[in-house]
Nanobody
Framework: QVQLVESGGGLVQAGGSLRLSCAAS????????MGWYRQAPEKQRELVAS???????MYADSVKGRFTISRDNAKNTVHLQMNSLKFEDTAIYYC???????????????WGQGTQVTVSS
């Protein structure tokens, strides 16, 4: 059974920092892209940052220069370092993994349960 477990969310003042982590466990045969999405109240879920297995990282314009995504392929983990946080960064942050399970040829998107990030102004 595949599971994504997120950690690191919380309450922080504007200008502060948080580090999100996501650990992917289960019968993954291979993982391609890993990333973070977020969803604020009454807004659609949006991509924050993504990092493919062997390519260039991508960031939403709103977080460029403030957020940094990284991954540890040996541990199947992805991190999001968030600096200079703003009130508008407040949202539920979801880990996303594009992976293939052992014995399968099918690639699938997997989601974490979400972690709340609240930035006070």
């Amino acid at each position: 059974q595949v599971q994504l477990v997120e950690s690191g969310g919380g309450l922080v003042q504007a200008g502060g920092s948080l580090r999100l982590s996501c650990a992917a466990s289960g019968s993954f045969a291979s993982i391609d892209a890993m990333g973070w999405y977020r969803q604020a109240p009454e807004k659609q879920r949006e991509l924050v940052a993504s990092i493919p297995s062997g390519g260039v990282t991508m960031y939403a314009d709103s977080v460029k220069g403030r957020f940094t995504i990284s991954r540890d392929n040996a541990k199947n983990t992805v991190h999001l370092q968030m600096n200079s946080l703003k009130f508008e960064d407040t949202a539920i942050y979801y880990c996303n993994v594009l992976g293939r399970q052992s014995g399968s040829t099918h690639w699938q998107n997997y989601w974490g349960q979400g972690t709340q990030v609240t930035v006070s102004s």
